[in-house]
């Protein structure tokens, strides 16, 4: 499950916020630090995750370090018994 | 008590002239604004001092001195000049805050250019616009930027050269030639062009309310509200270690970001990364950062960390710190005085402005919420909207003026002589804010008098953002209005009618957001869609933003008179 959900959100971010085909990110890749999401569409990366998921991430845990990276993000998944 | 001394006194005997013999401007007949920002210090002995220091997100650091800083702009602009690119034609920088671009600044206005900076953020659309309208002829960019710029380049007749600054090996496609600043040939003495003070310098694009984005026209002779304002209300000195979080695609990162600290000597420190708490906190630490000009998004970002992380760090060095972009809360500054030991200093104006009007200066009382008094050398009243006299009365409430006239103002819009008028009425210049004024002269924010959105600190144009949305195959129609938001004051919220056979769901609402955002830029994305069978309307088709505005904040509805239907 954990390996699908990694794909998953990989390949969700290289589609819509990587501009060169050629980057290459992984789970540890900083997202939001490294400025590839910025702070604005991170509310866009928030909304795909709610909705693949049918979850609702509440504000306090929407924090810029939640979403830097695949694996931050998984961790907050597993909070709602998603990964 | 800062650089100023006593404000009264200042704002008292104020005169232009006094930044003008600081800076000895127009001494042999240089009024260039770059001269001033370069070579003016390396003659004053500074020339070894360290001008920026430059961190990348994952660490990596490269150190510029004003002889570095000189030389390299020289370069550049002996680089421009021999590709046949001619004084007053628009040159853009599109980068993300690497030292290529603040240096490239200088570079473009050294040979007579008028430097065109947009927000690296931008989508192939939002940047579009501003090119065409600016009849662009060359861009500075990086290669992960140019697929944006070469999405765009057949609609760009004048759009001849594409400088890539980190191309290396990387092929390159017409139009596109690789330069390498720090290989480039350094010259030691490059002829500046001579501007005059009223020569063009810096095209900066902003929003409104209507029609596409406007370009504000600034001139070489901006400097002198640059430098006195960074002096008196930015407290910079030659000792200070100053960072301002201003990205220079918008107008704070270039005239407090680039012109202001450096025509002062000072040493600046720039992070290109994303936000970080404990990254920034550490920057602030590891550089013993004095000075500190932020926005109250990223105070407001701060204050959901709480005060655990300050701790964590040592923030001795700050000695002053300032905030601009949109109204700082009183909270914040609150906040600010509790954790840091002292309070941060709201600062108001705007891309027309080209410098500070109102501000909390240094030494003053802040008085947490409110705006501050205006600059020397700046008249500021609040005037009644109608016949825009200025307000006598304490306490009411009416649009922000100026007097015409200090040095920065914008000279036009580009293309649109017609639209800069209307800014000017009865004397005045309508800033387009509303305020009131205290018995103590502080001014207080109530908002915008029009409908652009101010997100975190960010004016977005909701006719742009509409125009965008009906090119999505699924839109019929839709209003986009400012919606209040905890962090960055609003954000974009849209009002979408679909189009026969298509129906609301979730997949649809992620993709007009992630179409958004990379048509026009994440600022302009909006962060919450509400899908609606028809828009209210006035009787002659007008969509009538203002009604689902004020749902959105919880006001009156107001005259709806001239609705079409209910």
């Known amino acids: 499950m954990s390996d699908d959900l990694k794909k998953l959100i990989i390949d969700y971010v290289k589609k819509e916020y990587l501009d060169d085909d050629s980057e290459e990110i992984d789970e540890s890749t900083q997202l939001i630090s490294s400025g590839i999401v910025d702070s604005f569409s991170m509310v866009a990366l928030k909304t795909f995750l709610e909705k693949k998921f049918q979850i609702s991430i509440p504000d306090e845990k929407a924090t810029t370090e939640a979403f830097d990276s695949v694996n931050n993000m998984i961790n907050l998944l597993k909070e709602f018994n998603v990964a | ?566």
Request: glycine residues 8%; neutral net charge.
């Open chain 2, 1 to 566: 008590m800062g650089n100023i001394g006593s404000y009264e006194e200042k704002y008292k005997n104020f005169e232009w002239q006094l930044s003008v013999k600081e800076l000895e401007y127009g001494k042999d007949g240089m009024y260039n604004l770059a001269y001033y920002c370069s070579e003016r210090i390396c003659e004053k002995g500074m020339a070894d001092k360290t001008a920026l220091i430059w961190e990348g997100f994952q660490g990596n650091k490269k150190k510029y001195t004003y002889n570095d800083i000189r030389l390299y702009s020289n370069a550049i602009a002996q680089f421009l000049l021999d590709n046949g690119i001619k004084p007053e034609e628009r040159i853009c920088l599109f980068m993300d805050r690497i030292p290529e671009l603040y240096i490239s600044f200088l570079g473009v206005l050294k040979m007579g250019g008028i430097v065109q900076p947009l927000f690296s953020a931008f989508g192939e659309e939002a940047l579009f616009t501003r090119l065409e309208d600016a009849s662009t002829c060359a861009i500075f960019t990086t290669m992960k930027h140019i697929r944006k710029v070469r999405k765009i380049l057949h609609k760009l007749p004048d759009l001849k050269y594409i400088f890539v600054v980190d191309a290396g090996n990387k092929k390159l496609e017409k139009f596109e030639i690789s330069f390498n600043m720090e290989k480039a040939q350094l010259n030691e003495k490059f002829d500046i062009y001579k501007a005059g003070p009223e020569f063009p310098s810096v095209l900066h694009y902003t929003s409104g309310t209507t029609g596409k984005p406007k370009g504000a026209m600034h001139v070489h002779s901006s400097l002198i509200a640059q430098h006195i304002t960074a002096k008196w209300a930015l407290d910079l000195t030659t000792d200070d270690i100053y960072w301002c979080t201003a990205d220079p695609g918008w107008v704070t990162g270039t005239s407090y970001g680039i012109i202001g600290p450096w025509a002062s000597g000072v040493t600046q420190v720039v992070l290109d990364s994303g936000f970080n708490t404990d990254k920034w906190y550490s920057f602030i630490e590891r550089h013993k950062v004095t000075i500190w000009y932020t926005a109250p998004t990223a105070i407001r970002l701060l204050m959901k960390e709480g005060a655990g992380p300050v701790k964590a760090h040592d923030m001795s060095c700050l000695r002053h710190l300032i905030s601009v972009g949109e109204p700082l809360n009183a909270e914040a500054v609150i906040w600010s005085q509790e954790v840091f030991k002292k309070p941060f200093h709201d600062s108001y104006w705007q891309t027309e402005t080209g410098a500070i009007v109102i501000t909390n200066f240094p030494g003053m009382t802040v008085k947490p919420g409110s705006m501050g008094t205006p600059f020397p050398g700046i008249t500021a009243v609040v005037v009644d909207p109608k016949k825009f006299e200025p307000i006598e009365t304490a306490g009411t409430v009416g649009l922000i003026a100026l007097k015409p006239g200090w040095p920065s103002m914008f000279r036009t819009y580009w293309n649109n002589k017609k639209l800069y008028d209307e800014k000017f009425k009865n004397g005045w210049y309508i800033c387009g804010d509303r305020a009131s004024i205290d018995n103590e002269g502080y001014f207080w924010f109530m908002g915008r008098d029009d409908d652009v959105i101010n997100t975190a600190g960010h004016l977005v144009g909701p006719f742009e953002i509409e125009s965008a949305l009906l090119e999505h195959p699924a839109v019929a129609e839709s209003a986009a209005v400012g919606k209040p938001d905890p962090v960055n004051m609003e954000v974009v919220k849209a009002f979408i009618a679909l189009k026969p056979g298509h129906e609301p769901n979730a997949d649809l609402e992620l993709d007009i957001m992630n179409f958004i955002r990379k048509k026009l830029s994440p600022l302009a994305m909006p962060q919450a869609i509400e899908f609606v069978s028809s828009l209210p309307k006035t009787r002659s088709g007008k969509i009538m933003r203002r009604m689902l505005r004020a749902k959105e904040w919880g006001e009156e509805i107001g005259d709806t008179s001239t609705l079409e239907n209910d």
